[in-house]
Nanobody, 125 residues
Framework: QVQLVESGGGSVQTGDSLRLSCTAS????????MGWFRQAPGKEREFVASISRSSGTKYYAESVKGRFTISRDTAKNTVFLQMNSLKLEDTAVYYC??????????????????WGQGTQVTVSS
């Protein structure tokens, strides 16, 4: 079956960096756009970043633009989220998701077919 497994979360201080990874199995990774979403305590899950199958198109939420970078390694079936200059408001559970589609990667949760279990990122001052 399809599995998406996130890793790389942890507890850091403001201004620090983290790199999240999400490794996929059970699907043709190169045929899927990939996305990262997050859910902070007491809030709804929100879009963070997405990347097309070819890596040619990337989208970011305004709140992370210029600080986060999404990338993918097809040979490793892995998508990454490099997070720099972390802020308190970046504290959340981060989820990766896979969307079987051609073209621009989605920014809406209901576009995605598969989801990981999430990894916790905690930023403190």
């Amino acid at each position: 079956q399809v599995q998406l497994v996130e890793s790389g979360g942890g507890s850091v201080q403001t201004g620090d960096s983290l790199r999240l990874s999400c490794t996929a199995s059970g699907l043709a990774f190169s045929s899927y756009a990939m996305g990262w979403f997050r859910q902070a305590p007491g809030k709804e899950r929100e879009f963070v970043a997405s990347i097309s199958r070819s890596s040619g198109t990337k989208y970011y939420a305004e709140s992370v633009k210029g600080r986060f970078t999404i990338s993918r390694d097809t040979a490793k079936n892995t998508v990454f989220l490099q997070m720099n200059s972390l802020k308190l408001e970046d504290t959340a559970v981060y989820y990766c998701a896979a969307d079987y589609k051609v073209g621009a990667p989605g920014r809406m949760q209901n576009a995605y077919d598969y989801w990981g279990q999430g990894t916790q990122v905690t930023v403190s001052s």
